[in-house]
């Protein structure tokens, strides 16, 4: 599949469809919408609250669209980095009790725990960019 490279309206609405489409064919082989992680012994959960955060951001940025088709090898062998408290104010990470940065080559992984659950929880993947901060996060 061609990704579309340009940064016009076009080109990003074209990578958010070619996201949604992997997401809704990667949980129809995933049923259970989780994979277990080496480095942090436990199963990182896939969402909708992870979706839609990867919709809102990862379109805008060619490398972190194609980062998304290696969604299950990311998940099971991105390494431990960083761990710090949830960002203060975010609404979407004041469901966790700690965000964990992760790394799959030059991918990063963040992953917030769920505390009262008990889960893992996928919040964002990046394509690399040397640029690009994850959302919510200070590094």
């Not at 958010?16 to 994979?35: L, N």
């Not at 104010?89 to 659950?117: A, E, I, P, T």
Request: hydrophobic share 35%; proline share 4%.
């Amino acid at each position: 599949m061609e990704i579309p490279r340009g940064n016009s309206r076009e080109d990003i609405k074209a990578r958010r469809i070619i996201i949604k489409d992997y997401y809704a064919k990667w949980i129809s082989e995933h049923q259970d919408k989780m994979v277990w992680n080496k480095s942090l012994e436990a199963f990182i959960h896939v969402k909708n609250t992870s979706i839609n955060e990867i919709l809102g951001h990862a379109p805008k940025s060619v490398e972190a669209t194609a980062a998304q088709f290696h969604l299950t090898k990311i998940l099971s062998d991105a390494r431990l980095v960083d761990q710090w408290p949830p960002k203060h104010g975010d609404k979407n990470q004041k469901v966790f009790s700690k965000v964990f940065l992760l790394k799959w080559r030059q991918c990063r992984l963040l992953v917030g725990f769920q505390k009262s659950k008990g889960e893992y929880v996928l919040y964002y993947i990046s394509g690399g960019q040397k640029k690009e901060k994850p959302p919510g996060s200070d590094f």
